[in-house]
């Protein structure tokens, strides 16, 4: 074994700092009596080539592990044993058996022989363990001029996707070494700029354990992260972390070029070491009682993720660590924007109470250095804590859970379901005009990774998960799905055909809704998960991309596409980003009716809703009709100056159920037949001023 020699080093920055002579380790760990910085002369290393003991006397600042080592490179593997008491009655779970990943490592090496177990186990894991790989700061990467599109809210159509899945199928037509990568997204932009979304918004791409899933399953989704500064090894197309790092920035800057911002899904709520009996491979045996929060006897985690432990962000060393990675995505990575898996977390204090104004959250808000950076929050979490409507802060956005609900409830005809469509549609002025806030504050969504697909919630009545080995007993049971009259796969024409129309009716309401919309990968071609609505451990093709699909649903993908391209072209409030919900609904003139004018019906029972959006001189602008009976129903138009312009009809097949290229045909009648279970939009004739919706 090498003998190193160093000097004292410095306590900042964090993490592994590349100099021209050599790098600068520091870490924090505040009750620890010893810290040794393991270094390993390749990846495949299984025995550290040299062990530095840091001295307490001259190699620690307040809480800060640190040293120098002269001539190491990027590229240079590294990991850390921290010695101190196993008293787990105190929070303290120090083991110097154990390798540790550095915090703020900027990349992770996976070895092939990894072992989860090994880390939770008595024994040394060292040969086993991941490790932390030395990235030079900046890298000297070319952005080559890369420009963020900095896309206004009301402009944004967000799509959320796996990076992995988007490819991994091998009808993708990607090379078989890029697939599931983001080499192979990179392949596939081309795609979502023909679809017409202006984000995407990425499930987690931070290093996480793909064996953190129960019975010996793999964690697909990416919700178990071991490191917030590291893109994930497992999406590289080259097994190199430094490689890893630039194909990321690569996938950005591809991105950009297209005119499309890229939102990361971040889970700064838990980590891949679970509860007392999880591994110990980072934060537990650095700083266990400060990273996480404690129960009031200290050998138990609080669990307000449902996974088995919560992230203690409002602790001072905590806090700092989220928003330098913050930092570091945006500045370095270049990504525009962030969605935080359930944000209510950060809510809480260092003994899990709710906050008023939680300091992690008005912090990520207030940093200059992220200033116009999008920031969405999923606004609740497993311990009850639900702030839809109520989030800390000015300037989050918030998935819209109660919109998910209430547009399900009436396209499949619940009863009393048409009540609370209206402010659904007027980005929900019951849960967010009270803030004074934009009405994109709404991110309007119908489904996401976590339940069914759009294909799914119109397929089944009933969740099919026996393939995740649980018994069916794991995710939602309560989906307000309807199968319409089939449970799963059916050759019936008609149950075809009805199944179609209820995704084009999902479509239109999310899409004409007022609000920021997000769909789901693979909705818009009718992508299928057999009726699993948790499938987190099924990396295959029951929750890949079946590209497939996109030429056998191609009259699917065109709707949505013109859809997304009226949203953004014809209907859109242009100037208007700063202008709160409550004073657009005073600029929005809007007449309420059933299938006669001016008396809608609000009943239980009622199935029918038409709406007028007038302009300010109370001409007819653009008429809304919606039919969820069983039946067809007449509707009155409104009269008017103008002629009404069919844009769409989601009974009628392609390409007659929306106007392509502005040929909407004319209606000249004074009424019309919306038929059953579908929705109509019309417009006037020569309209020359865009809509709100």
């Not at 004409?512 to 499938?535: K, L, S, Y």
């Not at 038409?610 to 009269?639: C, G, I, Q």
């Not at 009809?649 to 009424?671: G, V």
Request: proline share 6%.
């Amino acid at each position: 074994m090498k003998t190193c020699i160093t000097s004292t080093g410095s306590s900042a920055p964090l993490g592994a700092t590349v100099y021209s002579d050599g790098v600068n380790f520091s870490v924090y760990s505040k009750n620890a009596s010893g810290m040794d910085l393991l270094l390993f002369d390749s990846l495949d290393a299984t025995a550290p080539s040299g062990v530095i003991s840091l001295d307490p006397k001259i190699n620690r600042t307040y809480f800060y592990w640190h040293v120098f080592v002269p001539h190491l490179k990027p590229g240079q593997v590294y990991g850390y044993k921290a010695h101190g008491l196993f008293a787990p009655e105190e929070g303290l779970r120090f083991d110097p058996d154990k390798l540790l990943l550095d915090p703020y490592g900027k990349a992770v090496w996976v070895p092939d022989n990894y072992d989860r177990g090994a880390a939770g186990a008595p024994g040394d894991n060292t040969a086993v363990a991941m490790k932390s790989v030395v990235v030079e700061q900046e890298i000297g990467y070319d952005w080559e001029n890369d420009v963020r599109p900095f896309t206004p809210w009301s402009k944004t159509v967000i799509y959320e996707m796996h990076v992995a899945g988007f490819t991994k199928n091998p009808n993708s037509g990607v090379a078989e070494e890029k697939r599931g990568t983001y080499a192979g997204v990179v392949e596939k932009i081309p795609y979502l700029v023909d679809l017409g979304i202006t984000a995407v918004e990425l499930l987690p791409v931070f290093q996480f354990d793909e064996y953190d899933a129960p019975l010996g399953e793999q964690n697909y989704w990416g919700y178990s992260p071991i490191n917030f500064f590291s893109p994930h090894l497992g999406y590289s197309s080259v097994k190199d972390p430094l490689a890893c790092v630039r194909e990321f920035q690569d996938m950005v800057k591809a991105f950009h070029r297209a005119g499309i911002e890229v939102i990361l899904d971040v889970v700064f709520n838990h980590t891949a070491e679970g509860n007392h009996e999880g591994p110990t491979s980072c934060f537990r045996g650095l700083s266990n009682p400060d990273y996480y929060i404690l129960e009031s006897d200290r050998r138990w985690y609080s669990n307000y993720s449902g996974t088995g432990n919560t992230l203690n962000g409002n602790h001072a060393m905590v806090k700092r660590m989220i928003l330098d990675s913050l930092r570091y995505w945006a500045n370095e990575m270049h990504v525009d924007g962030f969605r935080f898996d359930l944000a209510s977390i950060l809510s809480r204090d260092l003994n899990g109470r709710p906050l008023k104004n939680p300091p992690v959250l008005w912090d990520i808000e207030t940093d200059p250095g992220l200033a116009g950076i999008k920031l969405i929050a999923e606004a609740w979490d497993a311990g009850g804590l639900y702030q839809v409507g109520s989030f800390a802060g000015e300037s989050w956005k918030e998935w819209n859970g109660q919109f998910r609900d209430d547009v399900r409830n009436y396209i499949i005809g619940a009863h009393g379901g048409v009540r609370n469509l209206p402010a659904r549609l007027l980005a929900s002025p019951d849960i967010y005009a009270h803030e004074r806030r934009e009405p994109e504050q709404s991110v309007n969504f119908v489904t996401a990774h976590d339940g069914f697909t759009l294909n799914d919630l119109v397929s089944y009545n009933e969740k099919h998960n026996e393939a995740n080995g649980e018994n069916n007993n794991d995710g939602e049971s309560h989906n307000r799905s309807w199968n319409c009259g089939v449970e799963g796969v059916s050759t019936d024409p008609e149950i075809e055909g009805l199944r179609l129309r209820q995704i084009k009716n999902f479509f239109t309401l999310n899409l004409f809704a007022m609000g920021t919309p997000m769909i789901v990968m693979g909705d818009e071609i009718r992508r299928t998960q057999h009726g699993n609505n948790n499938a987190f451990c099924q990396d295959n093709e029951l929750s890949w991309f079946d590209w497939s699909l996109v030429e056998k649903n191609q009259d699917l993908f065109e709707f949505v596409q013109q859809l997304i391209s009226r949203r953004l072209h014809k209907v859109s409030r242009p100037n208007a980003e700063a202008l709160p919900l409550s004073e657009v609904l005073q600029h929005c003139k809007i007449a309420w009716h059933g299938p006669s004018l001016f008396s809608p019906d609000w009943s239980e029972d009622s199935r029918c809703l038409a709406f007028t959006v007038l302009s300010r001189e109370n001409t007819s602008l653009m008429h809304f009709m919606a039919n969820t009976y069983w039946e067809a129903v007449e509707f009155d138009l409104p009269k008017g100056d103008g002629k009404w312009l069919r844009v769409i009809d989601t009974y009628l097949p392609s390409p007659e159920d929306i106007a392509r290229e502005d040929k909407a045909p004319p209606i000249d009648t004074p009424t019309y037949w919306v038929q059953p279970r579908s929705i109509v939009v019309l417009e006037i004739h020569g309209l020359d001023e865009p809509l709100i919706f």
